[in-house]
């Protein structure tokens, strides 16, 4: 199956900084992204997502990159706030079973004030 | 609109006890999951269901069973609860199809096994 790994686990970073999560996959028939926001004791929330046939992504203060060739993509985050200090989560999903989402380890963002 | 519900929040089992966590949905999804989350790792996979009466084996079947009687509810069970179960445990519902619905989860099930 597919098998997803996440990098760093844990990244502090000073307000106002950028921050970078990293994901690398190995089933090339991935081909759909998600990113999601985990606050401390509260449920994963979806915050955004790329396809396979799409290179960058943005939303506001947040952009995903995907890299097909490599298999990994990415997590940018500008301007970081206090409030972006939660665990992240990568996911990739192949095109042959669309019920299985297969999680990245996580990353622990600390934005220090 | 209360989205994904869990019961209950918290359990303490001690080994070779059994129970069932249920999951509730009220957005009329048909697709149903049951995640576990471990510590250093990213949620994994139990079973999931695509509608009323069908289930099928996630990544990490063993030890558990799931039913899904009415299309709003999905049931997780263990019959013999073992310490290595000791896990938080999510449900998600999403609409159905290839495309990329979100999928909406619960607030999860902390249970420890003793």
């Known amino acids: 199956g597919e098998n997803v790994e996440q990098h760093p686990s844990t990244l502090s970073v000073q307000e106002g900084d950028s921050a970078v999560i990293k994901c690398t996959y190995s089933?090339?028939?991935?081909?759909?992204f998600p990113w999601y926001k985990q606050e401390l004791g509260k449920r994963p929330q979806l915050i955004i997502d790329?396809?396979?046939?799409?290179g960058e992504k943005k939303d506001q203060r947040i952009a995903v990159t995907l890299n097909k060739t490599a298999k990994h993509f990415s997590l940018h985050i500008t301007e970081t706030q206090p409030e972006d200090s939660a665990v992240y989560f990568c996911?990739?999903?192949?095109?042959?079973?669309?019920?299985?989402?297969?999680f990245g380890s996580g990353t622990k963002l600390n934005v220090k004030p | 609109n209360a989205g994904v519900t869990q019961t209950p929040k918290f359990r303490v089992l001690k080994t070779g006890q059994s129970m069932t966590l249920l999951c509730a949905q009220d957005m009329n999804h048909e697709y149903m999951y049951w995640y576990r989350q471990d510590p250093g790792m990213g949620l994994r996979l139990i079973h999931y269901?695509?509608?009323?009466?069908?289930?099928a084996k996630g990544e990490v079947p063993d030890g558990y069973n799931v039913s899904r009687l009415k299309k709003q509810n999905f049931l997780l069970g263990l019959e013999s609860a073992a310490p290595s179960q000791t896990s938080v445990y999510f449900c998600?519902?999403?609409?159905?199809?290839?495309?990329?619905?979100?999928?909406?989860f619960g607030p999860g099930t902390r249970l420890t096994v003793t």
């Open positions: 998600a519902s999403r609409r159905p199809g290839a495309e990329d619905y979100e999928q909406y």
């Open positions: 790329i396809r396979s046939n799409v």
């Open positions: 996911a990739a999903r192949t095109l042959y079973n669309f019920n299985k989402f297969y």
């Open positions: 089933d090339s028939a991935s081909n759909y």
């Open positions: 269901s695509v509608g009323e009466g069908t289930t």
